[in-house]
């Protein structure tokens, strides 16, 4: 069993820094890639940014330039720094993990999700 555990969500005002963390443990042998993904009410979940263990990183059209991602391959965490926050940034946040447990099956795990509410 693969658990993933997320922090950093809340509200922020437009124009605000959040920095939000994913921690990965259990049955892991090896993890080759996290993420994060989001969706708002109403819409479809859509890419935020992923980062391999190669450090390999892709965003989304809508945050690129603002966010970063992160990743500490040591203690399987990843981390998205989120600045300049616009309202449509406003969606239940999601950690994504893909690897292989030490049995030899592949993983594809999801977190619970994180709230981030910009308003003013």
């Known amino acids: 069993q693969v658990h993933l555990v997320e922090s950093g969500g809340g509200l922020v005002q437009p124009g605000a820094s959040l920095r939000l963390s994913c921690s990965a443990s259990?049955?892991?042998?090896?993890?080759?890639?996290m993420g994060w993904y989001r969706q708002a009410p109403g819409k479809e979940r859509e890419l935020v940014a992923t980062?391999?263990?190669?450090?390999?990183?892709n965003y989304g059209d809508s945050v690129k330039g603002r966010f970063v991602i992160s990743r500490d391959n040591a203690k399987n965490r990843v981390s998205l720094q989120m600045n300049n926050l616009k309202p449509e940034d406003t969606a239940v946040y999601y950690c994504?993990?893909?690897?292989?447990?030490?049995?030899?099956?592949?993983?594809?795990?999801w977190g619970k999700g994180t709230l981030v509410t910009v308003s003013s």
């Open positions: 259990g049955a892991i042998d090896s993890i080759n890639a």
């Open positions: 994504n993990a893909r690897g292989r447990t030490p049995f030899n099956y592949d993983f594809d795990h």
């Open positions: 980062v391999t263990s190669s450090d390999t990183t």
